[in-house]
């Protein structure tokens, strides 16, 4: 009994130290994620949020008049209109801005969504719609 007594007294403060130990990882690891939080924060206030909303009408006007072509049959001018509007918001300063912000995320949606504008020219656009 005085034995375990004695054992138990020797691993509380390796137990304690550890508690403690953990709790100032999560705590760095917290502080720098809300540091990265803050700089994307100040990175996407640079953003021309009207350009951005914009760009989002017009890709919504874009996405109709797509698939009308392809329901339609015209799959190659489908294409091309699809191809010249991928390029235009590749080459928008604001989508650009809001990519250069979220790169450093791991958030796998919102790579997953960057990643779906970007089409590559052997797919054809009404497979894919």
Known sequence: ?????GLTL????AIAWSEVNMQNFDM??????????????ICMA???????????IEAQ????????????GNKSQAQKKALGFMKK?????????LKKCTESLDVPMM???????????SEQICDLI
């Open 1 to 5: 009994m005085i034995k375990i007594l």
């Open 10 to 13: 020797l691993l509380i403060p």
């Open 28 to 41: 760095q690891k917290m502080q720098a994620m809300m540091l990265e939080m803050q700089k994307i924060k």
């Open 46 to 56: 640079k953003v021309d949020q009207k350009k951005l909303e914009s760009l989002g």
């Open 61 to 72: 006007k874009m996405e109709t008049e797509i698939k009308q072509l392809c329901a339609a």
């Open 89 to 97: 918001i590749k080459d928008n300063d604001a989508f650009v801005q």
């Open 111 to 121: 790579k997953e969504q960057l990643k779906s504008l970007e089409i590559d020219e």
